[in-house]
């Protein structure tokens, strides 16, 4: 099973841990660990580390979470070895 890596940023509102979490729930997606924070300004950010089952792929989960559009908030989905490689020294 495929892990993967989620980046939620946006401005704080009710809802968008909620949210993300109902997608991921939906489509039993385990979240094995979350990380939030909110910033000065009103800043939310949200890394979590989930592991994908074998009946959903990276690119259809992004998809998925197009629909928080109406939070004002953007979703970033990266596999782990994309994420390794692009942070490694």
Do not use: H, P
């Not at 993300?20 to 979350?34: A, R, T």
């Not at 300004?41 to 979470?65: C, G, P, W, Y």
Request: aromatic fraction near 8%; charged fraction near 25%; glycine fraction near 4%.
């Amino acid at each position: 099973m495929e892990k993967a890596i989620i980046t939620t940023m946006g401005e704080d509102k009710v809802g968008i841990v909620y949210n993300v979490s109902k997608i991921l729930y939906e489509n039993n997606v385990n979240i094995i660990d979350i990380s939030q924070k909110v910033f000065t300004d009103n800043i939310f950010s949200m890394i979590m580390l989930v592991q994908l089952n074998d009946n959903i792929d990276i690119a259809t989960l992004r998809e998925k979470f197009t629909k928080l559009d109406i939070l004002n908030v953007k979703v970033f989905i990266q596999g782990t070895e994309l994420f390794k490689s692009m942070y490694e020294l």
